[in-house]
């Protein structure tokens, strides 16, 4: 597991103290910053937008992990590529047009990747798999944080890690919702490369420990 990524979720910081927060994920070794971009309507939630991310981005130089939990993602990625991502994600729920968002992001100079919600068939992203940096399988249903992972979640991700492996090699695995020390090296396992973590992260009274050990390097 010690080349798994560590992708804390800003979601869980204190939005008070966004800028610390981000400088901390360096500190106690996270290896990339999980940015849940909501807009109130794919999800029941509002967080984040291009100002945040760019005002981070001036106090920090980790890879920016942006998950676009928004309708019609194609009329803003571009944006938020300018304001600092250095990967843009978007549900495949979400997007009439996946392949043209999917270009857009490229076309930016920036990575991309497609999400899919847990009631959607893993198949799903075959068709767009050769474009991906990243196959984010949620293993909650988006919108907040500190949801219960959902049983069947690890064999929707060895599904997405068949895909890779013959359609898109180049692709990162991430995994996201409900990761813990308790799970995280059974999503390792399952072929998850990449870890979302917010409340393991977050709430940890020792945060570089809970780092450690959803990388499996201290139990």
Known sequence: M?????????????????????????????????????????????????????????????????????????????RFVKSGADLVSFHIEAENDVDGALDIIKRSGCKCGLAINPDTDVAAIKPYSAKLDLILIMSVFPGFGGQKFIDGSLERVMQAKKIRDEYAPQALIEIDGGINADNAASAAMAGADVLV???????????AKAVRMLRGEQM
Do not use: C, Q
């Not at 800028?19 to 990339?32: E, S, V």
């Not at 971009?37 to 005002?55: A, R, W």
């Not at 973590?197 to 945060?207: E, I, P």
């Open 2 to 78: 010690k080349n798994t990524l560590i992708a804390p979720s800003i979601l869980s910081g204190n939005f008070a103290s966004l800028g610390n927060d981000t400088a901390n994920m360096k500190d106690i070794g996270a290896d990339w910053i999980h940015v849940d971009v909501m807009d109130g309507v794919f999800v029941p939630n509002l967080t984040f937008g291009f100002k945040m991310i760019s005002d981070l981005r001036a106090m920090s130089d980790m890879f920016f992990d942006v998950h676009l939990m928004i309708t019609e993602p194609k009329r803003y990625v571009e």
């Open 197 to 207: 973590a917010g409340n393991a992260v977050f709430g940890a009274s020792d945060r």
